[in-house]
């Protein structure tokens, strides 16, 4: 597959976007920055780790420690990464590698790559056009979007902008009614899956977003959290800390809908995930933004994938930035993987063209990697690739 695609997926000429700021929002620190630099052209971002410098640039401190911040001293976040740096890879050679096949099928869907955009909160804080403009993104790209429950922006005005498939992230609340007439809406609108995240019984020590002192700009709206919006959303008070696996079954018996698990790193809550009749489980630790000293996940994924042994998928995020690490996960089981903080700076960056520009990369490195390691399927990926397998 030529790696040019990615000229062709994204126009170089409209930085559009970054450089308007929140109807609302103050001058100081509050939505993207209020002067934003000019940015290269999209053909010059080579690696995804190009946008991180520019995003922040553009945002104002606030939106910068929304989205780089983790738990108390960021050291999962480290892992995240360093864990991927640490695996070596090994080559197979003259293997016919002239094609590349990325495709995949995943809870009823043919997706071309094994790429999803990770659940993330609040991205009318990151651009004007918020989860619409992402989801423009997402489309151009052919990726599949997971919306968060923190969205800032209601599923219909999503989907009407979505040119690929949306699954819904949730976040459970105390009521559990207007839970269920959420999964009833998000259904309606076209969604093709729920993601129920598990590793929040409370939000993590966000120290770096305290410091910034973040808060929503004025005027933005969270129409699916309904604890905060009541102000029942401080520690050990909403709906989250009560959920348990009792509730996995009560949002089993409200939608015919597939349900992910998100936030496992545990082999036995796998084991347990899986009696429990989920359809896939996704290893994370929320980008290093819960636990902190919680594990890499991509440590934490071969247990997972051992003990589920094919019988639900198994999905992974956390510090995925290379096409090596999407083959590194394939390696150790994952059926896809998940991104966060790399297409939110491509939102920052360029909205809708700098999310779909970080995807296109991610795709070509992936590609790139299959046929230098000489396995040209995502099903030719197994352990074997990965240098000193255990
Ligand atoms: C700014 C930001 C907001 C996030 N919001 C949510 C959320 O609302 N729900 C959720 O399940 N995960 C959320 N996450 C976690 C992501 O879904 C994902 O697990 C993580 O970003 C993956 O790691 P990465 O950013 O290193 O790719 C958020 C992450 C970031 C960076």
Same mark, same amino acid.
């Given at each position: 597959?030529?790696?040019?695609?990615?000229?062709?997926?994204?126009?170089?000429?409209?930085?559009?976007?970054? #450089?308007?700021?929140?109807?609302?929002?103050?001058?100081?620190?509050?939505?993207?920055?209020?002067?934003?630099?000019?940015?290269?052209?999209?053909?010059?971002?080579?690696?995804? +780790?190009?946008?991180?410098?520019?995003?922040?640039?553009?945002?104002?401190?606030?939106?910068?420690? %929304?989205?780089?911040?983790?738990?108390?001293?960021?050291?999962?976040?480290?892992? &995240?990464?360093?864990?991927?740096?640490?695996?070596?890879?090994?080559?197979?050679?003259?293997?016919?590698?002239?094609?590349?096949?990325?495709?995949?099928?995943?809870?009823?869907?043919?997706?071309?790559?094994?790429?999803?955009?990770?659940?993330?909160?609040?991205?009318?804080?990151?651009?004007?056009?918020?989860? #619409?403009?992402?989801?423009?993104?997402?489309?151009?790209?052919?990726?599949?979007? *997971?919306?968060? +429950?923190?969205?800032?922006? @209601?599923?219909?005005?999503?989907?009407?902008?979505?040119?690929?498939?949306?699954?819904?992230?949730?976040?459970? /609340?105390?009521?559990?009614?207007?839970?269920?007439?959420?999964?009833?809406? *998000?259904?309606?609108?076209?969604?093709?899956?729920?993601?129920?995240?598990?590793? !929040?019984?409370?939000?993590?020590?966000?120290?770096?977003?305290?410091?910034?002192?973040?808060?929503?700009?004025?005027?933005?709206?969270?129409?699916?959290?309904?604890?905060? &919006?009541?102000?029942?959303?401080?520690?050990?008070?909403?709906?989250?800390?009560?959920?348990?696996?009792?509730?996995?079954?009560?949002?089993?018996?409200?939608?015919? %809908?597939?349900?992910?698990?998100?936030?496992?790193?545990?082999?036995?809550?796998?084991?347990?995930?899986? #009696?429990?009749? *989920?359809?896939?489980?996704?290893?994370? &630790?929320?980008?290093?933004? =819960?636990?902190?000293? !919680?594990?890499?996940?991509?440590?934490?994924?071969?247990?997972?994938?051992?003990?589920?042994?094919?019988?639900?998928?198994?999905?992974?995020?956390?510090?995925? @930035?290379?096409?090596?690490?999407?083959?590194?996960?394939? !390696?150790?089981?994952?059926?896809?993987?998940?991104?966060?903080?790399?297409?939110?700076?491509?939102? !920052?960056?360029?909205?809708?063209?700098? *999310?779909?520009?970080?995807?296109?990369?991610?795709?070509?490195?992936?590609? /790139?990697? =299959?046929?230098?390691?000489?396995?040209?399927?995502?099903?030719?990926?197994?352990? +074997?690739?990965?240098? &000193?397998?255990?």
């Amino acid at each position: 597959m030529p790696l040019s695609r990615r000229k062709a997926i994204v126009s170089t000429s409209s930085l559009v976007g970054a #450089a308007l700021l929140l109807p609302d929002a103050e001058a100081r620190g509050q939505g993207p920055a209020a002067t934003a630099p000019t940015s290269p052209p999209l053909a010059d971002l080579v690696s995804v +780790s190009d946008f991180e410098p520019l995003a922040e640039q553009r945002l104002s401190e606030i939106s910068r420690a %929304l989205v780089k911040g983790g738990a108390a001293d960021e050291i999962t976040i480290r892992w &995240n990464r360093e864990a991927f740096d640490q695996i070596k890879l090994r080559t197979r050679v003259l293997v016919d590698v002239s094609t590349i096949d990325t495709g995949l099928d995943l809870l009823g869907l043919r997706l071309p790559f094994p790429i999803l955009l990770a659940p993330t909160a609040y991205h009318a804080m990151i651009h004007p056009g918020g989860e #619409a403009e992402t989801a423009r993104g997402a489309g151009k790209a052919g990726a599949l979007f *997971v919306v968060s +429950s923190a969205t800032n922006t @209601r599923i219909a005005d999503i989907a009407k902008t979505a040119g690929g498939p949306l699954w819904f992230q949730l976040y459970v /609340q105390s009521d559990r009614r207007f839970v269920a007439d959420v999964v009833h809406e *998000v259904e309606s609108a076209g969604c093709r899956a729920l993601v129920l995240t598990v590793d !929040a019984p409370v939000v993590g020590a966000r120290y770096r977003q305290m410091r910034a002192k973040f808060k929503l700009s004025p005027g933005l709206k969270l129409p699916y959290m309904d604890d905060v &919006n009541k102000g029942r959303d401080s520690l050990l008070r909403g709906g989250n800390t009560r959920m348990t696996w009792a509730d996995v079954e009560w949002l089993r018996s409200v939608t015919k %809908l597939p349900v992910l698990l998100k936030g496992i790193l545990d082999p036995d809550d796998a084991e347990r995930a899986v #009696a429990a009749g *989920v359809d896939g489980i996704i290893v994370s &630790n929320h980008g290093g933004r =819960m636990l902190d000293t !919680a594990p890499a996940t991509i440590s934490a994924l071969p247990a997972v994938t051992e003990r589920v042994a094919g019988r639900i998928p198994v999905l992974v995020d956390g510090g995925v @930035r290379r096409g090596t690490d999407i083959l590194k996960a394939r !390696a150790y089981g994952a059926a896809a993987v998940l991104v966060g903080r790399p297409y939110l700076h491509g939102l !920052a960056v360029a909205g809708a063209d700098g *999310v779909a520009r970080v995807v296109a990369i991610l795709r070509d490195e992936l590609e /790139q990697a =299959m046929a230098l390691a000489g396995r040209p399927t995502l099903t030719a990926i197994d352990r +074997s690739v990965i240098w &000193n397998a255990s």
